[in-house]
Nanobody, 135 residues
């Protein structure tokens, strides 16, 4: 059974940094990703936004355009933990952040619903950790 637990969220001023962690059990050194969602959007049926994803075999990483150059995704296989280093945070980064594992499909060359940054392909999810960025 796969279990994902996020931590590291909090409140920070714009321009600050946070590092999120996602401890995985029942899942080792696999493809993983970070998503985010504004609280309340799940009730409106709004999909989670892909933030970053990592290919453990090649080390390739993918980022949403809005976070590229500010966020870094990484994995520590010895600790079976996924990280998201977030620098130069902006108020628009305020959201609940979720880690995801176990994609049903992986291709770094596709866009849309089959992209690694699409929530549609991921089978396992954590419970989320909230990030609030104040101006």
């Amino acid at each position: 059974q796969v279990h994902l637990v996020e931590s590291g969220g909090g409140s920070v001023q714009a321009g600050g940094s946070l590092r999120l962690s996602c401890a995985a059990s029942g899942y080792f050194a696999g493809y993983m990703a970070w998503f985010r969602q504004i609280p309340g959007d799940e009730r409106e049926g709004v999909a989670r936004d892909g933030v970053a994803a990592i290919n453990p075999r090649t080390g390739n990483t993918l980022y949403a355009a809005s976070v590229k150059g500010r966020f870094t995704i990484s994995q520590d296989n010895a600790k079976n933990t996924l990280y998201l280093q977030m620098n130069n945070l902006k108020p628009d980064d305020t959201a609940v952040y979720y880690c995801a594992a176990g994609p049903q499909y992986w291709s770094e060359s596709v866009t849309g619903a089959l992209s690694p940054l699409s929530q549609e392909i991921w089978r396992y999810w954590g419970q989320g950790t909230q990030v609030i960025v104040t101006s």
